[in-house]
């Protein structure tokens, strides 16, 4: 084994997001056979084997092949040669594929590692260059329906964007963007006027009309959306929104501002003695995973004090490693908790997935744990990823590893099943406002222990005509979160 190292950024991708860890440096697997009668392309694709070889979670499915020019030679590029291996693991069926863009299959039949992926580290690459940032307008843009004259609201403005700093916010009405009618029926006119490097957007916020001029920027988001306490008959119940796991830690050391958010948000509901807590992961679709954990330890109760949080399903070859030291995959077990949380209620989508996840999982044994959801589920990643550079030109994310909570879950390729499936995300209404229906449910749930809308929450509903049997529809994907901090 060479005396090399290499970071481990532990990520749960969707083609969304991830969920990705700081961790300690661990021994990397031998350099494979160099031949100086390869090209650099040739050398990187045959790296792309030997290190999917080596670390895939499904390592045992994939061939040997001496020489690995034998496999790497038949394809013309590395993503082909990853789509190749990738589609060698086992195959599953009749399960709930969440496909690019939200798109769900029932009944899909296919290869289980549909997450892997190659990243473009060379010094052209705007990605290389922009590690520790986001691109882009920081706008997720939604219609309330499906048909021609639905309108479009802002879903998410994310934190420190050029939406954000414009003080734009979920909730508020587009009108136009750049000058095209924001209706269902010019759903794919808006679509291309958001992939340009300038928006001009048309709004209205409680009736009032006004314009705000975005220009395509490189951002750091700040995750924490809402934080809130509402009193629900005798109880306390906190309400956090969370639309990323960043880091917690910036490259000089110095704790970031989500982290220092997070605690304020957590000793407010300390003070305030809260015993539920809506947790909302609509829109989260990863982060670090150590970001995760810190989370899961601030929400878990006396019953999980000190018991395992969750532990790692790996390969053989990192079973070898951990065998010869290293602690990177060892069970992780909750702190000391003084909270009195009893009951967390999250409210997820098809994007809430990997680190959101793993919260949700890690939870459920040690309190009254229940998901309200837009669909069935979540996303349903239960993998995660590390990266290997090669050569400065790619880094390979395989899937590598497996999260198991301390009963045993694990396997929820289809999702984590929501036990009030088919609430409809109101985009009329900002995070934490209680007339928006997903926090409304879980609000009436606490009031009185039936899911349904009753009073003056159904008639804030009824009267907005917001009360839905369809889903909003997205014009535009969240972004992945696939950004490396080393």
Not at 91 to 110: L, R, S
């Amino acid at each position: 084994m060479l005396n090399k190292y290499f970071t481990l950024l532990f990520l749960v991708l969707i083609g969304l997001s991830s969920c990705k860890k700081d961790t300690d440096k661990i021994p990397s697997p031998e350099k494979p056979p160099v031949s100086n009668n390869r090209t650099t392309d040739e050398k990187v694709r045959d790296s792309i084997y030997f290190y999917y070889k080596y670390l895939s979670y499904w390592e045992s499915s994939i061939p040997v092949y001496n020489p690995i020019s034998d496999i790497s030679d038949k394809y013309s590029s590395g993503e082909s040669l990853l789509n190749h291996l990738m589609g060698l693991t086992p195959v599953k069926n009749d399960y709930v594929f969440h496909g690019p863009g939200q798109n769900i299959v029932e009944n899909y039949t296919g290869p289980l590692d549909r997450f892997s992926w190659i990243e473009d580290i060379s010094s052209t690459s705007s990605r290389s260059a922009r590690a520790d940032t986001y691109d882009g307008f920081g706008l997720f843009v939604v219609f309330e329906g499906g048909d021609a004259n639905s309108a479009a609201y802002v879903g998410l403005s994310e934190g420190n964007s050029p939406a954000d700093k414009a003080g734009i916010k979920r909730g508020d009405k587009i009108i136009k963007i750049n000058g095209v009618e924001a209706l269902g029926k010019n759903f794919r006119l808006i679509e291309a006027e958001l992939n340009k490097t300038q928006l001009v957007l048309d709004l209205e916020r409680a009736g009032v009309p006004f314009t705000k001029t975005l220009t395509y920027g490189s951002y750091d988001i700040f995750p924490v959306v809402k934080d809130s306490v509402y009193t629900v008959n005798a109880d306390k119940v906190g309400y956090f929104a969370l639309s990323s796991f960043e880091e917690m830690t910036n490259d000089a050391g110095q704790y970031t501002a989500m982290y220092n958010a997070m605690n304020a948000a957590f000793n407010k509901f300390n003070q305030q003695a809260i015993n539920k807590i809506i947790i909302d992961l609509r829109y989260n679709t990863g982060g670090y995973v150590s970001t995760a954990i810190y989370l899961a330890n601030k929400i878990v109760n006396s019953n999980g004090a000190g018991k395992l949080m969750f532990s790692y399903d790996i390969n053989k070859n990192l079973k070898e490693e951990k065998a010869k030291g290293s602690r990177e995959f060892d069970d992780v077990m909750f702190n000391n908790s003084a909270t009195n949380i009893t009951d967390v209620y999250f409210l997820v989508s098809d994007y809430t997935a990997s680190a959101s996840e793993i919260v949700i999982s890690a939870l459920k044994p040690y309190a009254n744990v229940r998901l309200i959801g837009e669909h069935g589920s979540t996303y349903g990643k239960p993998v995660g990823f590390f990266r290997q550079d090669i050569l400065n030109k790619a880094g390979l994310w395989a899937a590598s590893f497996k999260i198991v909570n301390s009963a045993g879950y694990t396997d929820y390729w289809d999702g984590i099943p929501a036990d009030k499936p088919g609430v409809f995300d109101n985009v009329r209404f900002d995070f934490g406002d209680l007339r928006e229906d997903m926090l409304a449910t879980a609000i009436q749930h606490i009031r009185s222990g039936s899911y349904t809308l009753s009073g003056s929450s159904a008639k804030a509903s009824s009267q907005t005509g917001t009360t839905r049997t369809s889903s909003a529809v997205p014009v535009n994907k969240l972004r992945e979160r696939n950004m490396i901090k080393d």
